[in-house]
């Protein structure tokens, strides 16, 4: 796996205050293995794991996701 790149504080706040207020994002990712996921989810937590920030949300599916932040492509509110 490459290297963590801290994300940008903005991105960090955004991330944080849609947790705090419990609203669903529009959210594009990438995956590990390359690919490109988009969907409206909801974000529930960031945890920290040995140096690497990460973001836990459920899918419009209801499945509990954990994903790098670093792999965020794009944020978009509802």
């Not at 991330?15 to 909801?42: F, G």
């Not at 920290?48 to 794009?74: C, N, P």
Request: hydrophobic share 40%.
């Amino acid at each position: 796996m490459e290297p963590y790149i801290p994300v940008a504080c903005s991105l960090h706040s955004e991330l944080e205050l849609a947790i705090l207020h419990r609203k669903p994002v529009h959210l594009q990712w990438q995956t590990p293995s390359a690919s490109l996921q988009q969907e409206t989810v909801m974000l529930t937590d960031i945890v920290t794991r040995s140096g690497e920030e990460y973001l836990l949300f459920t899918s419009e599916q209801g499945d509990a996701i954990t994903l790098r932040l670093d792999h965020i492509l794009k944020l978009g509110n509802l």
